[in-house]
């Protein structure tokens, strides 16, 4: 959808901002770009549409040279949100997200519903907001308007230039989220300019890094985070990498579905001690008839009460002591350390037990292939 070949960008004053960018953005994908402050991340985004001119090489859309296109036509066909949302003070909502849609053409049924359905899909009521003005809106409100507004004529392509940074961390990941929720319906070609490298990872189905105008690595976020490709790449994602890692697995990838240590609450405390002991490790789930996860048994318990179960046994909620298959293996390693637990119960929305997940396969998923391809330093 998107390829940069060799693509430089100087200024007129002689400072090159870009150097030799050769990337290809696959189609339905979010490829981020990130770096730190003047690395070309933003410049390189904007020769997309031709909002900055190219010095050298070519940028392909849908296969052609974007300077082949009319100006006009190229950024019909390519959605632009940014960090300042930029709304037209004195258009409604519906105004604002209809621009482009007018421009093309489009009669007022079809913008109505066309406003009606963004609106909707970025969880913004139309009866309530369409005829809103953006002073009447919060931050959030105004950014997911924003986000609408460059969906308003359905284009293959989307540039978000740190779309999300001007507003508080809560309402942000609330957004993220969302968006990543959209994403999944509306399957676009999405560049995504951010300074944030948590945001990268989240986000990103693909990262390019970027330094001093030219491309040091471009991949995958957990090939970066696992193999960064020199000190440079290793220091910007951060120390914690291991553990920025284990925010991009599902439990479900990791649980154990056969192997569950478990009793039933109208099992007796000899089973109980058996399961323990059977398994190798120092308590045990309890379930009710229909499999929902009650609480646990642990030796203790059984020491302290060992001839009733249910005197025995720790009850919870579910909640409280279980993960969902959908949680992160970094969230299941919180949950581990705030409960003590070195297993720990895999729930469905029910509390129905549905496996299980111990902390050596988190340690075994931080240590794979970790360490085997360490940067080396730069050559001075």
Not at 194 to 203: G, L, P, R, S, V
Request: hydrophobic letters at 40%.
């Amino acid at each position: 959808m998107i390829e940069f070949q060799n693509v430089v960008k100087r200024f007129p004053d002689g400072f090159t901002a870009v150097k030799g960018l050769d990337l290809k953005v696959r189609d339905g994908e979010i490829t981020v770009f990130i770096g730190p402050s003047g690395c070309g991340k933003t410049t390189s985004m904007r020769m997309v549409n031709r909002l900055l001119s190219i010095s050298e090489g070519k940028i392909l859309v849908e296969g052609r040279d974007n300077r082949d296109f009319p100006a006009e036509e190229l950024r019909r066909k390519i959605g632009y949100a940014i960090q300042q949302i930029g709304l037209f003070p004195h258009f409604t909502v519906l105004d604002n997200i209809a621009v482009v849609p007018r421009m093309l053409g489009w009669d007022e049924t079809r913008i109505r519903k066309r406003v009606d359905e963004l609106l909707d899909l970025v969880g913004l009521d139309p009866d309530i907001n369409r005829d809103k003005y953006p002073r009447q809106l919060s931050g959030g409100q105004q950014q997911r308007v924003g986000v609408a507004r460059a969906l308003g004529a359905d284009p293959p392509i989307m540039l978000m230039d740190e779309p999300f940074g001007a507003i508080d961390p809560i309402t942000r990941e609330v957004l993220q989220e969302e968006f990543l929720q959209i994403q999944e319906e509306i399957s676009k070609t999405i560049i995504f300019v951010t300074h944030d490298i948590d945001e990268a990872i989240k986000m990103g189905d693909r990262i390019a890094i970027l330094k001093d105008g030219a491309l040091v690595q471009y991949d995958t976020p957990d090939t970066i985070l696992a193999h960064p490709k020199d000190r440079f790449v290793r220091d910007f994602v951060g120390a914690d990498r291991a553990l920025k890692r284990l925010g991009l697995i599902r439990v479900q990838d990791l649980m154990d579905e056969e192997v569950i240590p478990k009793v039933q609450i109208r099992d007796d405390v000899d089973k109980a001690r058996r399961v323990i002991d059977e398994h190798g490790v120092k308590s045990a789930f309890v379930v009710d008839d229909e499999n929902i996860l009650k609480g646990w048994v642990d030796v203790d318990g059984i020491r302290h009460s060992p001839r009733s179960l249910t005197e025995a046994m720790m009850e919870a909620d579910f909640n409280e002591i279980g993960v969902r298959k959908g949680n992160t293996a970094r969230e299941a390693l919180s949950a581990m350390v705030a409960r003590g637990f070195r297993i720990t119960p895999v729930v469905d929305r029910r509390g129905k037990l549905v496996g299980s997940i111990t902390l050596r396969a988190l340690q075994d998923l931080v240590e794979q292939d970790w360490g085997e391809d360490e940067p080396q330093p730069e050559a001075s």
